[in-house]
């Protein structure tokens, strides 16, 4: 055993702790030379795992002088998805250098750490740096980048899985191709902790120039999870979604008494701050006891919230996804979630949080916000005991992220594009990259390409005497860095007291629907909006409950596949009655309804139903796909409908079907014998029934604001988003018009197909369908499967209130027939 190996050994004997031997594996490897991907249960030692064959390596390089050599450079770079998780490691990290006596230093370089130190960085690197995806591009975009990582040993991206379905990912990619680059021998490795294709995405973390024999390495550690039900204590027999999970709170008040920390997860940050409000209506002695935490609120609320769990001094937390990877919370007992969270992974994950040490259990509530949510505890029961989780799909050849980062080069040292050319097509993302699209990126980066040329502020990057790339104009390079990163959202205005602090960020079309003096709840409080003025919103307190609760764009989320098809199996195990699982059991009272007035679909069914009312002729179809399938699926079965004979509809769905509405009769029998669910010209029809150039519109502005087209604005000076909308827009056909080529539009239409309308799930639900027998079942009266999806479209018209009303109304007239 080598003197780092037993030194490492001693250290974790005075904590009084055993190395695990996946964690033995891993140093093993990381000695030896190896890349690689480990894949670990949360709370199991992940970070150790990594950080410790570093030091190993250190102490045996330098057996006699390590506790004396200081400033040595950065030997480890550490990349994480969440700012929330790098304080935590640095922490962890910073405690195992002091006990050893080592004189390094860990330091975090992310978007909330100051300017000073981000400036003593930039003279003197600390030994290790925990960063984000966005941070490092940032510091590869300094001049003389390559002396600050000459050092550089190791890299290692944390929570790979969180990154890799997204244009981060893609960032991380590129960073991860610039540092090889630099030195082939850099050893790199991923950590995840869900993920189903860890194959595929070790190749993606590693390049395709990567050896064959690269490291997957998984924990023999099996986290033991109890999963619990809140089973309301009567059915409806006609659910709805409306209520958010509130009208369970009386159920939930006493699992928080019981338990000495508690996180609540919810799906959105609008449903975190209603929750947040109930739970102190209900029990205003959890008052200085309860906190919220979400991504739109102030940085300093946000790390007084993770700090106070931690010392203790908060029981409760309402979150979002934003503590999901969250902090490394030792303190918390339970985890509850408040509706489906749509997928196996993202639970496992929250489960994960309570019992956040090796060897403890993890226990998680699910609360189901309609009696239907049932359906997916007992799934989500079932994948966890069957280890089975999502796969996460890369995201493949995104010219804007490729824009973004050739210019962020040119800023600093400048790049041959040859050599650029060698290193990107090394990556997953890039590797069909063909060379005609990287000559028309050039020419795009250096002149604006064929319809911009004429535009000095687009004309960005110029070549030198030398044959190097660079940026010479300040501006642009000013701009540049400040729009480094690749989540493009709606614009953000921040809300701050009259007089006071601030209190977070909230989007500005939710504001725009506000006029002076109305009321909202935000950061848990209740506010009153007093004026707007340059990208601000001044507030005060505000008496009263009754308010608006501001919701945030792309807060829906969709069933995953893993889900989708757990849902149609448990649905066929309730036919017969054979799965006796507490959440089925419960729902019996639902499905004899449902078998009463309809079908209840097995696997070789698909189930349409037909009914009328006073607002005409309503067809349900139930594939059981996910929100997002859905979307594309409805609007294709509408379009095909209406080439049969002219006819209108208004359209709802949620994640177990969708609802077509019409003044007429829906001829669903005639358009069935016409191939309805045909696979065929499939992307032509998708894209005929919906306006496609619409929706590739509203893709391409965050597409725009990612290669630099548009420039969102400066702190504290942003640019107001319709304008920002307005300008991609008047690119977007000015492209269309002179440029179809532009491989930026094509990419718009390519990201409408593959996310908002998940093309690839919905051609594979469409072959499922014709493999089944189709039922039209007509029914006088709604069934317990159609009513939510026939809610849902009145949502869009009623107020909270009048929803309410209105549903009992039509729970009562339903119950009586």
Not at 44 to 57: Q, R
Not at 716 to 721: A, E, F, L, P, R
Request: charged share 25%; glycine share 6%; proline share 4%.
């Amino acid at each position: 055993m080598t003197k780092g190996e037993k030194l490492i050994d001693q250290w974790f004997a005075n904590q009084k702790w055993k190395p695990f031997k996946y964690q033995k594996e891993v140093w093993e490897k990381v000695l030896q030379g190896s890349n690689g991907l480990l894949n670990a249960p949360t709370g199991s030692g992940k970070t150790f795992a990594l950080f410790m064959p570093v030091l190993i390596e250190w102490i045996n390089q330098h057996p006699d002088d390590y506790q004396d050599l200081e400033k040595n450079g950065l030997q480890l770079l550490w990349i994480t998805p969440l700012r929330a998780l790098a304080k935590d490691i640095e922490n962890a990290m910073q405690k195992v250098v002091d006990d050893l006596k080592i004189p390094w230093s860990v330091q975090r370089r992310t978007g909330d750490v100051s300017s000073s130190v981000k400036q003593k960085q930039k003279r003197q690197m600390p030994e290790v740096l925990i960063t984000t995806p966005e941070s490092l591009h940032i510091l590869l975009a300094q001049k003389e980048y390559p002396k600050r990582f000459k050092n550089l040993n190791t890299v290692v991206v944390d929570e790979w899985h969180e990154l890799i379905g997204s244009k981060r990912g893609t960032q991380t990619e590129l960073g991860l191709s610039r540092l090889k680059g630099m030195d082939p021998s850099l050893r790199i490795w991923g950590i995840s902790a869900t993920i189903g294709n860890l194959e595929e995405s070790a190749e993606v973390l590693l390049g395709t120039d990567s050896n064959p024999d690269n490291t997957i390495i998984r924990s023999d550690i099996r986290k033991k999870i109890n999963v619990h039900s809140v089973l309301p204590d009567d059915i409806e027999r006609f659910p709805w979604s409306g209520h958010l999970g509130i009208n369970l709170i009386h159920k939930v008040l006493p699992i928080l008494d019981k338990s000495g920390s508690t996180l609540i997860f919810t799906n959105t940050r609008a449903q975190s701050e209603i929750w947040f409000q109930k739970l102190l209506e209900a029990n205003p002695e959890l008052a200085g006891t309860i906190a919220l935490h979400h991504g739109s609120l102030d940085t300093k609320i946000r790390e007084w919230v993770e700090d106070s769990l931690h010392s203790g001094l908060i029981k409760v937390v309402v979150c979002t996804s934003s503590l999901d990877l969250g902090v490394d919370f030792a303190p918390v007992d339970t985890v509850i979630q408040i509706g489906s969270p749509k997928g196996v992974a993202r639970f496992l994950q929250r489960a994960g949080r309570s019992g956040h040490q090796p060897g403890a259990e993890s226990t998680i509530w699910f609360v189901p916000t309609h009696a239907l949510e049932l359906i997916e505890a007992s799934a989500l029961k079932d994948a966890i005991h069957d280890h089975q989780v999502e796969d996460r799909i890369p995201v493949l050849k995104p010219y804007d992220v490729l824009i973004q980062y050739l210019v962020t080069l040119a800023l600093s040292e400048g790049f041959n594009p040859n050599q650029i050319f060698d290193e990107i097509k090394r990556t997953f993302a890039y590797q069909t990259l063909q060379p005609d699209e990287w000559e028309w990126i050039l020419n795009f980066i250096q002149s604006g390409g064929q319809s911009l040329s004429r535009y000095d502020e687009y004309n960005k990057v110029e070549i030198d005497e030398d044959g190097v790339w660079k940026v010479f104009d300040r501006k642009i390079a000013r701009r540049h860095r400040m729009s480094i990163g690749t989540i493009a959202s709606d614009s953000m205005l921040r809300v701050r007291f009259l007089k006071g602090g601030n209190l977070g960020r909230v989007e500005e079309w939710f504001i725009s629907q506000l006029n002076t003096g109305d009321t909202f709840w935000f950061a848990g409080r209740n506010l009153e909006l007093v004026r707007i003025k340059d990208m601000t919103v001044y507030v005060r307190k505000a008496k009263g409950s009754s308010s608006k609760v501001p919701s945030y764009l792309g807060g829906r989320m969709s069933l995953s596949s893993n889900m989708s098809e757990r849902l149609r199996k448990k649905i066929r195990e309730a036919i017969p009655g054979t799965d006796k699982s507490i959440e089925l059991t419960t729902l019996k009272p639902i499905f004899d309804l449902q078998k009463e007035r309809s079908v209840l679909p097995d696997d070789s069914q698909f189930l349409i139903e037909k009914s009328w009312s006073r607002e005409g002729c309503h067809c349900f179809f139930f594939p059981f796909e996910g929100r997002y399938v859905h979307e594309g699926m409805s609007a294709l079965v509408a379009h095909r409908i209406s080439k049969l004979i002219p006819i209108t509809f208004s359209i709802a769905m949620n994640d177990y079907g969708f609802e077509l509405l019409s003044d007429q009769d829906i001829p669903v029998e005639e358009a069935l014998e016409k191939e309805l669910f045909s696979e065929k010209n499939l992307t032509r029809d998708l894209m005929g029934s919906l306006n496609d150039t619409e929706l590739a519109k509203r893709r391409f502005r965050g597409i725009s604001q990612i290669a630099g087209l548009v420039f969102p604005g400066f702190p504290g000076n942003q640019i107001k988003g319709k304008h920002l909308q307005m300008s991609s827009g008047l690119f977007f056909d000015v492209f269309i018009e002179y440029e179809p080529g532009h491989l930026l539009i094509r990419q718009a239409y390519e990201e409408v197909l593959q996310y908002q309308l998940d093309e690839a799930r919905l051609r594979q639900a469409l072959l499922r369908i014709q493999k089944q027998k189709i039922i039209v079942q007509e029914v006088e009266r709604f069934t317990p499967f159609a009513f939510p999806i026939y809610v849902d479209r009145l949502r869009e018209r009623l107020s909270s209130e009048k929803l309410a009303d209105r549903v009992l109304k039509i729970q009562k007239k339903l119950e009586a027939d």
